[in-house]
């Protein structure tokens, strides 16, 4: 086993997300991320993955190691990342959770586009669906589902006065079982276990959100043998070496 440090940042959105900027293309994210040295990074578009394998492929040209999520928006408002490294899982979850959102579409004037891009960055499409609303799951539901399709489960930005865990439900379900939870970098690892002691049992992840090239930062330092997901379980575990530290 050879240990390996790798700066991550595991909540980068694209053009996809409505919320986004168009600048956030496959190749754009990956020039981004590489400049400032983050190695690992994870897409997680608001409840869809369609742009995920685009960025993976710009990632592997560039020596950018991508995870393929989403950022899940459960029936209580909360937001949950959900990443995979099997794209058969990853587009199985995608299915459900499509079956799960309301039909109804998106508001361009309002929202912003939903743009589905080639890994040069190309527009191939765009997603009629609105993607910023929440899916009738709830977040015992979601946090049981993708750990059977094998998958990671973050609870994003707990910190935040909307759209969190804490916020929404005031403290973390005991049947959720997070594999860890993500505070922003305003706050950072150290205040927010500070400002709610209910987090301090758990693994805290500092991710960007970013929805803009200049978020984009390396707020999490992994020792891994692997840019693995298994490999990110042990390290947020702490096992034989392997961890997982915010970058304060």
Excluded at 154 to 170: I, Q, T
Aim: net charge negative.
């Amino acid at each position: 086993m050879s240990l390996e440090l790798y700066l991550a940042d595991l909540h980068v959105h694209t053009a996809l997300s409505p919320c986004a900027e168009a600048e956030m293309s496959p190749p754009a994210i990956v020039e981004a991320a590489a400049e400032r040295g983050v190695r690992l990074i994870g897409i997680c578009d608001h409840n869809s993955a369609e742009n995920t394998l685009a960025v993976a492929q710009s990632g592997a040209k560039a020596g950018v190691v991508v995870l393929c999520g989403m950022e899940v928006q459960t029936r209580e408002d909360v937001h949950v990342l959900a990443l995979f490294d099997d794209p058969r899982a990853l587009f199985r979850w995608q299915e459900e959770v499509y079956a799960s959102l309301p039909d109804v579409e998106n508001d361009e004037a309002r929202f912003g586009e939903q743009i589905i891009l080639d890994s040069r960055g190309y527009q191939t499409g765009r997603l009629s669906r609105l993607l910023l609303a929440s899916t009738g799951m709830t977040i015992d539901y979601v946090g049981e589902r993708v750990r059977q399709l094998g998958g990671l489960v973050v609870p994003a930005h707990v910190d935040r006065p909307s759209f969190s865990l804490v916020r929404n439900l005031g403290l973390v379900p005991p049947g959720l079982r997070p594999d860890a939870l993500e505070v922003s970098p305003r706050l950072g690892a150290r205040r927010a276990r500070e400002m709610f002691p209910q987090l301090a049992a758990f693994p805290i992840v500092v991710s960007s959100d970013a929805h803009r090239l200049e978020e984009i930062r390396g707020y999490t330092a992994f020792v891994l043998d692997r840019p693995t997901l298994d490999e990110i379980r042990l390290a947020l575990a702490g096992v034989e070496g392997r961890a997982a530290r915010p970058v304060e």
